[in-house]
């Protein structure tokens, strides 16, 4: 059940009815049987999955509060990890091991070979599995107590608006909100059904628009030209921002009608004039948990440090460039089990490394720089990233490298109508059409970039605000009725 | 909160007001496709009530208009026979939905279903350009197809929009190919297909392509029958044999599997429908008249047997 689909659309607000009348005592009940259906409603078999996962990361969070033996916690904290690592490692990660032990063993002309696992990756499995992760390491670092309520703790891993694609919420913020008692508030309500709104015009309006030329573009890459490639990264960086950030515009105005505040995932990226910048600003609840989980424990680690840390830069601080790396590539791993996205990852954690080493401090902290400079940082910083994107969006390494080769052989922008023409893209209105939605996402971007982009909406004249309401909404219908498909088009994340 | 819950209805209605101007408006508009092999979908369903029971009624897509002769089996069986298949893209839902509350005592309802309409394939789209704005194919319009229907509305009030610039609609048809009165192709047909089938439409047959939603409907139009005094039966209907790309397994497993989950009489095996290109007229499934002939000769034998 899609949050673009009818079903949705029906669920949402029966969800939301019930948990308002039923008994505040039930509710939690209520919440959790409503999100294992909106789970299952992928697949129902892979509901094992997730229990057993909720079931090893809550028994190791109960033992870590009883047990008090630093040797012994370090011992149940190993374990919960790894129990819960080892379901995402089987269900994502086997069959791409497997396929490049098998290749290897090909090339050496090895006999045998190790027959692939028959599996498919359960929808959200790397988001609950990181936020199970997160609540065991967090209780034994003694930030938050064990959950005692197994049904809380397992409302905590399946609260359905953040179920399969996130924000990978963190048990400290989320689990005592199971505690309070809501209300239904009609503020709070229009403040949800206002980020819904925004949600379904970035995905339904903007990023599956895009997607068709993305598509046919990526799909016969090689029959195309590279301006029309070229292009086509340009725009399937506008649609997975589109669409990922509107997976988290759904889920946090859901969350919110229920009366629970998630944390914000997305924040005007593509305005960030450093990479630094860029990764405080996308996917904040994924950097934010390597930061905490994976960066923060390297570069204190000594045994880490004693291998890696030594490497200072200019003799002052510790280095963190290896650390960087490290983090981007488990980055790029947690994307995705195939090279492009670890090519991706890596090519992320060089730029940072680049910034690092490279741009001198007092530039990057200097307040006052002119602004054609900053735009042209934000520009640069955004080719940067379309670059990388190559790799996130084509099949195999050499897609990427014949798209990146055909894009600087090709390069041919004035042209760009005649070679977009094979991939749909005909007529002038077409292309006015993009330019405009992608001039509303970057005014959007631009009210949105300190976070309150929302409370600004709200703050507008009634006539003014209601105007871009309706547009808004009448977008999104006419959308689905011009789109002429009964395919609900997928969350891009729902693959990772 | 009353306010607050009416200020939302009255958003949502007045996001629907556009559209429901624009249907208005489009169906308020002649209708356009009436002549067309879709639009003969009006005048069949009228049969329904013009003939009185018993009477045999044929059900299927285009194969079925093309493959039976509608007089003569009248004439040999001693009952008139109404051919109400237009095109599987319809579905079987939806013919069920038109049959309900028809069928009467006596009536022998013939199921001819294309590949097509045992995978369950349908074109709401086509579906629109066949109901138009007709109260009595609109109501028969299954639920379940509701959704698809709306999404597939823009595109087809652009085409009626574009045909009706056009100068389409006044005459009240597009073209008008010789349809007899019971609704089966009466015009001459000779093979116009340059290799004896149609090379981009190659057709497997096996028993993975019948959909669960095709059987449940087949049975729910068996008991229709049966409730209503009906019999009903089964019948493959004819296939261009050069264009069949499965293999002999393969199409003894759909023959037997049909016959496993079907209870109801076959009027053929799976193996004579499948004709020479030289009985296809313009597709692989459109029998020219000679084909028309044999296919019919088949149904009758086979007929006698069930009217005794």
Redesign the interface.
């Known amino acids: 059940m899609a949050f673009n689909s009818?079903q949705f659309a029906i669920y949402l607000p029966t969800v939301c009815i019930l948990y308002f009348i039923l008994p505040v005592k039930y509710r939690n009940y209520w919440l959790l049987a409503a999100s294992y259906y909106f789970y299952m409603s992928w697949n129902v078999k892979y509901v094992f999955l997730i229990l057993f996962t909720t079931l090893t990361s809550y028994l190791a969070g109960r033992l870590l509060g009883r047990t008090t033996g630093e040797g012994r916690r370090k011992a149940i904290l190993t374990a919960g990890i790894i129990a819960s690592v080892a379901s995402l490692f089987v269900f994502k990660y086997a069959n791409f091991v497997i396929g490049n032990i098998n290749l290897v063993m090909e090339s050496l002309h090895a006999t045998g070979r190790i027959p692939v696992l028959n599996v498919l990756l359960p929808v959200g499995i790397s988001f609950y599995t990181f936020q199970t992760l997160s609540y065991v390491i967090d209780v034994y670092r003694g930030k938050l107590p064990d959950e005692k309520d197994f049904f809380v703790y397992a409302l905590y891993v399946s609260f359905f608006p953040q179920l399969v694609a996130g924000p990978i919420e963190r048990a400290t913020n989320l689990l005592p909100q199971f505690r309070e008692v809501h209300r239904f508030d009609?503020a709070r309500?229009s403040d949800g059904?206002r980020r819904i709104l925004v949600g379904l015009f970035k995905k339904i309006v903007i990023a599956d628009y895009f997607a068709i030329y993305v598509n046919e573009v990526y799909s016969r890459m090689r029959e195309l030209n590279g301006t029309a490639v070229m292009f086509a990264t340009f725009l399937f960086a506008i649609q997975i921002y589109c669409d990922f950030s509107a997976y988290s515009d759904i889920a946090i105005g859901s969350a919110l009608i229920l009366g629970f505040r998630l944390m914000e995932n997305f924040r005007s990226p593509y305005l960030s004039d450093s990479f630094s910048e860029f990764w405080k600003r996308w996917h904040i609840s994924l950097s934010t948990w390597l930061q905490d989980y994976i960066f923060v424990p390297l570069v204190w680690s000594r045994w880490w440090d004693k291998l890696f840390n030594r490497h200072t830069i200019d003799g002052k601080k510790p280095a963190v460039l290896p650390n960087l790396i490290i983090v981007f590539l488990i980055s790029g791993i947690w994307h995705g089990a195939g090279w492009t996205f670890i090519v991706w990852g890596l090519l992320h954690g060089i730029y940072r490394v680049i910034e690092e080493t490279v741009i001198p401090k007092k530039w990057k902290k200097r307040k006052n720089k002119k602004k054609a400079v900053l735009w042209l940082e934000v520009g640069l910083v955004f080719v940067m990233n379309c670059f990388s994107l190559i790799f996130f969006r084509a099949d195999t390494i050499g897609d990427a490298l014949y798209a990146v080769s055909r894009i600087v052989r090709d390069f041919d922008p004035v042209h760009l109508m005649t070679y977009m023409q094979p991939a749909g893209l005909e007529e002038y209105g077409q292309l006015l059409w993009i330019i405009l939605l992608v001039a509303v996402l970057f005014l959007w971007d631009l009210l949105n970039y300190r976070g309150e982009g929302f409370e600004k909406l709200s703050s507008f004249r009634p006539v003014l605000r209601y105007a871009v309401?309706?547009a808004l909404?009448?977008a999104v219908?006419?959308r689905?009725?011009?789109?002429?498909?009964?395919i609900v088009i997928e969350f891009i994340y729902f693959q990772f | 909160m009353k306010k607050y819950f009416l200020k939302i209805a009255v958003y949502l209605l007045l996001l629907a007001l556009p559209l429901t101007l624009i249907f208005a408006y489009v169906q308020s508009k002649p209708t356009v496709f009436s002549g067309t092999l879709l639009g003969t979908i009006y005048h069949k369903s009228g049969l329904l009530d013009e003939v009185g029971s018993p009477r045999i009624i044929f059900v299927g897509g285009s194969s079925c208009p093309y493959a039976t002769d509608c007089e003569r089996i009248s004439e040999e069986l001693g009952m008139p026979c109404i051919n109400l298949g237009v095109t599987s893209y319809f579905g079987l839902a939806y013919y069920r939905n038109l049959l309900k509350g028809h069928i009467g005592e006596g009536d022998i309802i013939v199921l001819m279903p294309e590949a097509a309409m045992m995978r369950n394939k349908i074109n709401y789209e086509a579906l629109w350009e066949g109901v138009e704005n007709r109260p009595s194919l609109l109501r028969a319009v299954p639920v379940s197809y509701w959704k698809n229907m709306a999404l597939a509305y823009y595109k087809y009030a652009a085409h009626k929009l574009d045909l009706l610039d056009a100068g389409y609609g006044k005459k009240g048809e597009i073209y008008s190919p010789d349809f007899g009165y019971f609704g089966d192709v009466t015009q001459y047909r000779e093979a116009i297909l340059e290799h004896g089938y149609m090379t981009d439409d190659e057709i497997m047959l096996n028993r993975e392509m019948v959909e669960p939603e095709f059987l449940r409907n087949v049975r729910g139009l068996a008991k229709d029958a049966e409730k209503a005094g009906a019999v009903f039966v089964f019948a493959f209907p004819p296939v261009d044999k050069l264009a069949v790309i499965s293999d002999e397994n393969e199409l003894a497993g759909l023959e037997s599997y049909l016959r496993d989950e079907i209870n109801a009489g076959f009027l053929n095996t799976l193996n004579d429908s499948l004709m020479e290109g030289q009985y296809f007229y313009n597709s692989n499934n459109h029998l020219t008249t000679e084909g028309e002939e044999i296919y019919t000769e088949t149904l009758i034998r086979a007929l006698r047997s069930v009217t005794g």
């Open positions: 009818l009609t309500c059904l309401y309706y909404g009448l219908v006419w689905i009725f011009t789109s002429m498909s009964d």
